[in-house]
């Protein structure tokens, strides 16, 4: 069974950093993208970041670059996004998923960016 | 960027009633490969969004075959023959031909009547 498993969401302050993580189980880790999503509250879902299999080309929505950076780890079957300069409206419920077509998700980690 | 417009926002459907969600794209979501890559997803209130159908007509293991996709080009529907309880939620369309950026629709909230 398929299961990512985020971590790392919190409370922080504008202008604050944070690593959010997402670990994978269940299928070959190393076979697949992986991309990060987000839902602030009351909108809908955004395209964050992808990365490809052997973390080797890296994408970001326009509003994230040069501030987020994705990476990831095949020998720990996991996936990271680290999140600088946050600002209020990074404020939202990030997911990771499987793949450019998003065929698992995980339950999510609520980031909360506030003074 | 491509722009992916839904339309209702909102489907009020009462059970057992049919439901059909627009999906238009700014551009052709035919890729070079012949292949358009237009998903749906559902999300159901306090979880997270699941995938319903890729690749415009393809249900995901698990999706009741009242769940349907269809289209091409700019235009793409998914439809619901007969509403259950369990299908309330927030559709949306994600086109992934033209990326990055990958990009979704803004959301149709399914509710009962």
């Known amino acids: 069974e398929v299961q990512l498993v985020e971590s790392g969401g919190d409370l922080v302050q504008p202008g604050g950093s944070l690593r959010v993580s997402c670990a994978a189980s269940?299928?070959?880790?190393?076979?697949?993208?992986m991309t990060w999503v987000r839902r602030a509250p009351g909108k809908g879902l955004e395209w964050v970041a992808n990365?490809?299999?052997?973390?080797?080309?890296?994408y970001y929505v326009d509003s994230v670059k040069g501030r987020f950076a994705i990476s990831r780890d095949n020998a720990k079957n996991s996936v990271s996004l680290q999140m600088n300069s946050l600002r209020a409206d990074d404020t939202a419920v990030y997911y990771c998923?499987?793949?450019?077509?998003?065929?698992?998700w995980g339950q999510g980690t609520l980031v909360t960016v506030s003074s | 960027d491509v722009v992916m417009t839904q339309s209702p926002l909102s489907l009020p459907v009462t059970l057992g009633q049919p439901a059909s969600i627009s999906c238009r794209s700014s551009?052709?979501?035919?890729?070079?490969?012949?292949?358009?890559?237009l998903h749906w997803f559902q999300q159901r209130p306090g979880q997270s969004p699941r995938r319903l159908i890729y690749?415009?007509?393809n249900r995901d293991s698990g999706v009741p075959d009242r769940f349907s996709g269809s289209g091409s080009g700019t235009d793409f529907t998914l439809k619901i023959s007969r509403v259950e309880a369990e299908d309330v939620g927030v559709y949306y369309c994600?086109?992934?031909?033209?990326?990055?950026?990958?990009?979704f629709g803004q959301g149709t909230k399914l509710e009962i009547k």
């Open positions: 998923a499987t793949g450019r077509s998003l065929s698992y």
């Open positions: 690749k415009v007509s």
């Open positions: 269940g299928f070959t880790f190393s076979d697949y993208s």
């Open positions: 990365i490809n299999r052997d973390g080797s080309e890296k």
């Open positions: 551009q052709s979501l035919v890729s070079s490969d012949g292949n358009s890559y």
């Open positions: 994600m086109q992934g031909t033209h990326w990055p950026p990958y990009t």
